[in-house]
């Protein structure tokens, strides 16, 4: 990026962005290049495209599980303990408004994506929808293609609809190629998963919305410990990335560091998962709840 946005007030962000997608890209966690990195080691020139056109920005995650994860990032809030109800969450600030969302994922992150990220509610709010696609049964090194292409297929069609103001998808499918170990396998779905997130991209700027991709967890990049070549196949505590992409933000940094030669990994985190509710208000023109206590990342200074 080469120009610096000196409007960091999310005041000027339209009030009614339509729609803010949120794609979570489970397993893509940001590491220096390694032999070990299946990230870096696949061709990857849509996401490349994306943090050169547009703000980026480290989150941490903790070393928590992917619920305890999928539980902060939904409450706006860091917790490590997975078991913490919540009354206050984004699917409930939302819904307060009146406006109408759904998740879409694989059975695999069912919980993760509902029960947790709802703050432990057992049901949908008013305005939300489920879209949950059934996994294969068995090793998901074998087609996983299949799987991955499942999820942004219905992905696609919910942006398509235009029925719904917020829409959180997540694909599921490197982390658990990667869980396998087998790195050429994780590889070709790294590759894969940046074709379809081209498809995405596409539709969401023709339907003039706003694209938000992170992830809850790395693991595609730490395939194997250096020095040892024994497999690593559990989620990592890694930095994941959060590239803010829309019209407004073409060629800005809104207050955050660009990437020197595009290597994420150089990169100080610039806040957490607990951010990530906070920025999605911040977009949508809604106001913060006092009991979230993450910044929004557009309002970086």
């Known amino acids: 990026m080469t120009a610096t946005n000196s409007h ?28 070990a990195n299946a990230i870096t080691g696949a061709k990857t020139p849509t996401f490349l495209n994306l943090i050169k056109e547009y703000p980026v920005a480290l989150l941490t ?19 490590a303990d997975e078991n913490l109800e919540q009354a206050v969450t984004l699917t409930k600030t939302i819904a307060a408004h009146n406006l109408k969302q759904i ?4 059975t695999e992150r069912l919980a993760a994506l509902t029960h947790f990220f709802n703050g432990h509610e057992e049901n949908r709010t008013a305005g939300e929808d489920w879209l949950i696609v059934s996994s294969a049964a068995g090793n998901h090194t074998v087609k996983p293609i299949f799987a991955l ?75 194997h410990y250096l ?21 407004r933000f073409k060629s800005t940094n809104i207050g955050l560091a660009d990437p020197v030669g595009n290597d994420l990994s150089l990169l100080a985190p610039a806040g957490s998962l607990a951010d990530l509710a906070s920025t999605v208000l911040a977009i949508m023109g809604l106001p913060q ?10 309002d970086k200074q």
């Open 103 to 106: 998740k879409i994922t694989e």
């Open 8 to 35: 960091n007030n999310s005041e000027e962000i339209p009030r009614r962005v339509r729609p803010l997608v949120l794609l979570l890209l489970d397993g893509w966690g940001i590491a220096p290049a390694s032999e």
């Open 61 to 79: 995650t903790g070393n928590k599980t992917i619920n305890a994860r999928y539980l902060s990032l939904g409450a706006g809030r860091d917790l």
């Open 149 to 223: 292409k499942r999820i942004v297929r219905e992905t696609l069609k919910a942006i398509n609809s235009e029925s719904y103001d917020f829409l959180v998808a997540t694909i599921p499918t490197l982390d658990l190629v990667a869980g396998s170990g087998d790195f050429s396998a994780t590889k070709k779905i790294v590759a894969a998963l940046d074709k379809e997130l081209r498809k995405i991209v596409t539709e969401v700027f023709d339907k003039q919305g706003v694209l938000l991709v992170s992830s809850t967890q790395g693991n595609a990049e730490k395939m």
């Open 289 to 298: 709840p006092e009991e979230m206590l993450g910044k929004s990342l557009i």
């Open 227 to 247: 020095g040892t070549e024994m497999a690593h196949k559990e989620i990592t505590d890694n930095p994941v990335p959060l590239i803010i992409a829309g019209e």
